[in-house]
C-alpha cells in the first residue's frame, strides 16, 4: 500500500494534465472563429449605415431646394375669400390653384369660369400680372392679391437658402443687399371725409412689390365702395411703382386718401 500511493498520485496527476491539454485545445479552434466572425461583421455592419443616413439628407435637400408647396394670404372680395396655392419647383410655377374662391349663387358660376383661366394664366406668366377675367373682376383682383402674395414667400424663401451661393460668385454685397432692402413701410393716416385711409407697402429691389390698405373708410355705404376702390388701388400703385396713379370712380375721396397716404410710404422708402 505505501510503495503504490506514489504511482497513484502519479498516474491522476498525468491525467489531470492530458484532461487540461485536450479542453485547451478543444476551445481555442471554436474560440477563433466566432472572435473572427464578431469583428469582421461589425465593420460591415456600421459601415453602411454611416453613410445611408448622410446620403439621404444631402439629396433630400438638394431636392427641396426651390421646390414646394406655397399658400398665399387669403384676400377679401365684396362676394368672399379668394386664396391661392403655388407648387413652385426649380424656381418656378408649375401648378396655380384657388385653395378658397367666392360661393353661392351666382357667385358659383364666376368662380368657375374664372379661376380655371386665371390659374393658367398664373403658370404662363409666372408672376401675377395677369389679366382679370371679364365679368369676375372682384374674383381676378383677389386671386391676383393672393398670388403676389404667395409670390412674395417664395422669393423670401429662396432668397434665404440660395443667398449665400449667389454672393459667393459675386461681388458679395450685391446679393445680400436684394435681400436686404426688401422691406415694409407704412405711410402717414391720411383723413377723409368718410373715414382715414392708411397705407403700408413691401418694397424690393427700389420697386413696389405689394400694396394693401391697413385703414379704410368703413359703414353703411363705405364698405362697399372701399371694397369696390381698395383693390384697385392696391393694384394700380403696384403696377405704376408710384402715387400716380388714377382715382376710382364713385371712390373719390378713398381714392384721394389712399394716393396720399401712399405718397407718404414712398417718401419713407426713398421715393
Not at 496527476?13 to 466572425?37: C, E, I, Q, R, W
Not at 407648387?87 to 410655377?93: C, D, E, M, W, Y
Amino acid at each position: 500500500m505505501r510503495k503504490s500511493h506514489p504511482i497513484r498520485r502519479v498516474v491522476l496527476a498525468t491525467a489531470a494534465t492530458v484532461s487540461g491539454v485536450v479542453l485547451l485545445l478543444s476551445l481555442k479552434p471554436a474560440s477563433d472563429p466566432a472572435a473572427a466572425s464578431a469583428a469582421g461583421a461589425a465593420p460591415q455592419q456600421t459601415a453602411p449605415g454611416r453613410q445611408t443616413p448622410q446620403g439621404g439628407q444631402q439629396g433630400g435637400a438638394q431636392a427641396a431646394a426651390g421646390s414646394g408647396t406655397v399658400t398665399g394670404d387669403a384676400a377679401q372680395t365684396q362676394y368672399g375669400t379668394v386664396q391661392v396655392r403655388l407648387t413652385v419647383a426649380g424656381g418656378k410655377i408649375t401648378k396655380a390653384e384657388a385653395v378658397q374662391a367666392p360661393k353661392g349663387g351666382l357667385s358659383d358660376q364666376k368662380t368657375q369660369l374664372s379661376v380655371p383661366k386665371l390659374n393658367q394664366e398664373a403658370v404662363a406668366a409666372q408672376s401675377a400680372r395677369i389679366d382679370a377675367v371679364s365679368g369676375a373682376t372682384y374674383t381676378s383682383a383677389g386671386y391676383k392679391k393672393s398670388l403676389q402674395s404667395a409670390l412674395d414667400k417664395v422669393k423670401a424663401s429662396s432668397a434665404g437658402s440660395g443667398g449665400s451661393s449667389a454672393t459667393s460668385g459675386s461681388t458679395g454685397s450685391g446679393g445680400s443687399s436684394g435681400a436686404a432692402r426688401a422691406r415694409t413701410v407704412t405711410g402717414k393716416v391720411s383723413q377723409t371725409q368718410y373715414g382715414p385711409v392708411q397705407v403700408r407697402i413691401t418694397v424690393s429691389g427700389g420697386k413696389i412689390t405689394k400694396a394693401e390698405a391697413v385703414q379704410a373708410p368703413k359703414g353703411g355705404l363705405s364698405d362697399q365702395k372701399t371694397q369696390l376702390s381698395v383693390p384697385k388701388l392696391n393694384q394700380e400703385a403696384v403696377a405704376a411703382g408710384n402715387a400716380d396713379i388714377d382715382a376710382v370712380s364713385g371712390a373719390t375721396y378713398t381714392s384721394t386718401g389712399y394716393k396720399q397716404s401712399l405718397q407718404s410710404a414712398l417718401d419713407q422708402a426713398g421715393g
